[in-house]
């Protein structure tokens, strides 16, 4: 039997749970949940603006997400330590970012390889400020930035409706971490002989997600839009393999 697990990045309420049933895990976000029963409020976000293209990713309270190693109640609820965003913010400052503006959008720790993050960053001596994102992969992989809208092709991230960080453990278990452009309502993970798995709706979130299955299964993301299906993202990694999705 297949194996799903969902990790909620809870904004109105983090509960602490595990629940083991018909071979379905459910159980708030590595890194940070309490053991001991305790709630942790956080206050609602807003995702980006429901738009298409580069206006789709720009969030209306400004460069999304936590800074590395921030803390309520003592627990790290960015998922991150600050060490482990300096190659990004790095990277950031050779892009032109402001590099002590580096945010963690979502983060998840599926081995000892390191975290699979989506990361903000605001531009420089720009106005308005543009939010910059970056998908980082577990170790030493480059950390590589992207505007939406600074290379007008096919392959800049403003046609994307998904960014997304995945990776397959040599012993077959995938997880990813997301962040949906703001016109996107909702994605669905798809394993077949399994039901539909809604692990993001447009909401009270930055529009942030994550997710696991086991490899092997043909999983896929589906995206949604206002008017239904928009996109259909495979999650084909081999096993040891990550990569960035879009």
């Not at 509960?15 to 309490?34: D, E, I």
């Not at 053991?35 to 206006?55: E, F, M, Y």
């Not at 960015?78 to 979502?106: F, H, M, N, Y």
């Not at 577990?138 to 939406?148: D, I, L, M």
Request: aromatic content about 6%; some cysteine; glycine content about 10%.
């Amino acid at each position: 039997m297949a194996r799903l697990a969902r990790y909620p990045l809870s904004i109105a309420i983090v509960s602490v749970a595990f629940v083991a049933t018909a071979g379905v895990f459910l159980f708030a976000r590595p890194g940070y949940h309490p053991r001991t029963g305790l709630t942790i409020k956080l206050p609602a976000k807003h995702p980006a603006n429901d738009l298409a293209g580069a206006a789709g990713w720009v969030w209306p309270d400004g460069t999304p997400g936590w800074t590395a190693g921030y803390t309520v109640k003592g627990y790290n609820v960015s998922g991150l330590q600050p060490v482990e965003i300096e190659a990004s913010q790095l990277a950031a400052a050779r892009k032109g970012l402001d590099s002590t503006g580096v945010r963690v959008l979502v983060a998840a720790r599926a081995s000892t390889r390191g975290a699979l993050a989506i990361l903000a960053a605001p531009t420089l001596e720009q106005t308005p400020t543009r939010t910059c994102l970056a998908a980082l992969l577990e170790g030493n992989e480059p950390v590589r930035w992207e505007c939406p809208g600074a290379a007008p092709s096919g392959s800049d991230l403003a046609r994307a409706h998904v960014l997304v960080a995945a990776s397959t453990t040599v012993h077959g278990m995938s997880s990813l971490v997301g962040v949906a452009r703001g016109d996107v309502s909702s994605v669905v993970l798809k394993v077949p002989g399994r039901q539909p798995w809604v692990i993001y709706e447009r909401g009270t979130t930055w529009g942030q997600f994550e997710a696991g299955v086991t490899a092997g299964t043909s999983a896929s993301l589906q995206v949604y839009g206002r008017h239904g299906l928009v996109e259909t993202l495979p999650l084909d990694l081999r096993p040891g393999e990550q990569r960035v999705l879009r």
